[in-house]
């Protein structure tokens, strides 16, 4: 039997901390026995391969006794590799890769209790018709915006929420906008999409997806407008579980391919709407 060689041994080594640091990245702060049970690996091999990422900076106890948690030379790193990424660049390129079909394609960001449209690009046909840059949406209203809300943590939602309630002097319909909001939101986050008529853009269908960064967050939303008005019952029909037409579940799969492939140009590798790669 031919015995590992040092570069072999070293390989095997990083394969082993890589492991480590995605079950810290994924599960947070978090005990060696239950980093092990993730990884496969020995408690005593995993102590050791803990206390050599803490001598560089990689991992650092937490503060909960017994749990470690990434390092602040991991977290920094990690923030320079996101920052250096361009969504609008990333967005751009796959909007052209599919800008010789249907419509507007637009990137959307939300700002305070607006949504943004920051990006665009559309065929030539439609050109005089993309001027969506810089236009500003309500956040209770348009796809984009129920998708930028429809992904935020729970807690982040019931935020936003009170702040829209309390600039809105909603009052006590608060109650109401609240189980009618969570419930939308929780449907839509279920179909994996969601549209509008005429709120994007006046006249015309607008079908919208998320885009998660890295770390799995909503980022942006995705949205594809001036389509056909005629789509509507259709879309109407998949939002509802019934059938629909082939041509209405095609085109929101490529809505979710473009969202899937800016998403992942951001770093996100989870799983995006059930689409496979």
Known sequence: MVAPSRDDRSVDALVKSKAVLDVLAELGPSTAKTIS???????????????????????ERGINRGEYRLGIDCVRIGGQIESRLDIQQIAR??????????????????????????????????QSYAQLVGNSLPLSMSAPSHVLTAWLPPARYEQLLEHYAYNNELGGTFSTMRATAMGQARHIRECGFTYDVGQTMAGSVTISVPVFNHAGEIQAAI????????????????????????????????VQTAGREVSRGLGYSGDYLGLSS
């Open 37 to 59: 049970e993730r990884t496969g690996e020995p408690v005593s091999s995993t102590y050791r391969l803990l206390d050599n990422l803490a001598a560089v900076g990689w991992v």
């Open 93 to 126: 390129r796959t909007f052209r890769a599919h800008r010789g079909q249907f419509g507007i394609w637009g990137l959307f960001v939300r700002r305070r209790l607006r949504t943004v449209c920051i990006e665009t690009r559309t065929r030539e046909a439609l």
């Open 223 to 254: 949205a594809l407008s001036g389509l056909s008005r005629s789509l509507e019952p259709e879309l109407a029909c998949l939002v509802d579980g019934k059938p629909a037409t082939a041509s209405a579940q095609d085109m929101v799969q490529l």
